[in-house]
């Protein structure tokens, strides 16, 4: 995928849900992963056309593991010219030492999100992007569907009253393999995720059903997220937006 590409997936979804406004700054929640650094190069890449004018700060909190070089992510930033930030904490330790978490997904999700949301307010920011594909947003209904007997997945524009912020998901249109080649086109400096439970997660499991399924039904991905646009699940429907 080239970034015009990228940019056009992006741009589609940050108008049809009204995602930036003029004025805002705009927390980046990087994790160096695929998704985030691609997110982090297509709103810096936006921003420089966009008639609404925005501010970037890119943000990683960093979970405590061992190994986890970012000097990559911070030679990216600094060629794209957007400010970086890394809060150190000691997530990790909680959720595996002493809580000893059999599933540790959620609880790792909420502290990384309130720390994320933390910094972000303290930077000033209006709003927190974060890199969810269109992918992440079926495998959601999925897990919704199968483990809490609701149908429901993230909206593509939320708002937390506690602590005055909207959180963005900019990627939402696009599919994860573009991702994956995108970010290897452009040699984006990707970290594995150093998590003991990476790869062995329900949302991994809800994953690989998907796939099998792909090849039993064409377009099954389209068909889904088109169910879910025209849902009346929070957030998504198009209408409230225009």
């Given at each position: ?17 009204n995602m930036i406004e003029d ?165 984006l400096s990707v970290l594995k ?21 792909r090849n039993q039904y064409d ?24």
């Amino acid at each position: 995928m080239k970034l015009q590409r990228l940019l056009s997936y992006v741009r589609r979804a940050v108008d049809d849900y009204n995602m930036i406004e003029d004025g805002d700054k705009i927390a980046i929640g990087i994790s160096a992963g695929k998704d985030s650094l691609t997110l982090l190069l297509a709103l810096r890449s936006l921003q420089r056309f966009y008639p609404k004018k925005f501010e970037l700060e890119a943000v990683t909190i960093s979970l405590g593991f061992d190994n986890f070089d970012l000097t990559g992510v911070q030679k990216m930033c600094d060629e794209i010219g957007v400010r970086y930030t890394v809060k150190e904490t000691d997530i990790a330790q909680i959720v595996f030492h002493e809580r000893k978490e059999k599933n540790p997904c959620s609880l790792c999700a909420k502290m990384r999100k309130g720390a994320l949301n933390d910094v972000a307010k303290s930077l000033g920011c209006n709003k927190v992007a974060l890199g969810h594909n269109k992918d992440d947003v079926i495998q959601t209904l999925f897990l919704s569907l199968f483990y809490e007997g609701r149908i429901y997945t993230f909206p593509p524009v939320s708002y937390l009253d506690r602590s005055d912020l909207h959180t963005i998901r900019p990627l939402i249109y696009v599919p994860e393999k573009e991702i994956v080649g995108f970010a290897r086109k452009e040699g984006l400096s990707v970290l594995k995720s150093p998590c003991p439970a990476d790869g062995n997660t329900k949302r991994e499991q809800v994953k690989n059903l998907i796939a099998d399924l792909r090849n039993q039904y064409d377009n099954l991905d389209n068909h889904i997220f088109g169910a879910i646009k025209r849902s009346a699940i929070n957030g998504w429907n198009l209408e409230k937006h225009l």
